[in-house]
């Protein structure tokens, strides 16, 4: 099922893995880079599979899972971001996706689930 979460988390995928392999190209730089390709894509994934949740209890836990891959996928951007590996510009616009992901997550985990603080 497609849904307006699943196309904006792929799409954050498909960011998270072309920065991945610039940072890797350009930059040879592997270990923070291949944190960033892990939670980002992460977030889609876990989207992918509440959508196939067999009860609201399921549907939440991955939701809140992927909410959580959203912090950490911030997290490395702003590292690579101060260790100048990103642009500050790519980052910003990165930051700007990701905080909406997590506003979209934020609003179902507060209708399903008691809400993480």
Do not use: H
Request: charged share 30%; aromatic share 10%.
């Amino acid at each position: 099922m497609e849904n307006n979460l699943y196309k904006k988390s792929y799409a954050f995928a498909v960011e998270m893995v072309r920065l991945y392999q610039k940072i890797s190209g350009e930059k040879r730089e592997y270990v923070l880079s291949k944190q960033l390709l892990r939670s980002g894509t992460s977030i889609g994934a876990n989207v992918a599979e509440a959508n196939g949740a067999i009860s609201t209890a399921d549907f939440s836990s991955k939701i809140s899972l992927a909410y959580k891959e959203t912090l950490e996928t911030k997290y490395w951007l702003n590292l690579l971001r101060d260790t100048e590996y990103i642009e500050p510009v790519l980052v910003d616009r990165l930051l700007t996706d990701a905080d909406e992901l997590s506003r979209i997550m934020f609003s179902i985990l507060k209708k399903t689930r008691i809400v993480p603080k």
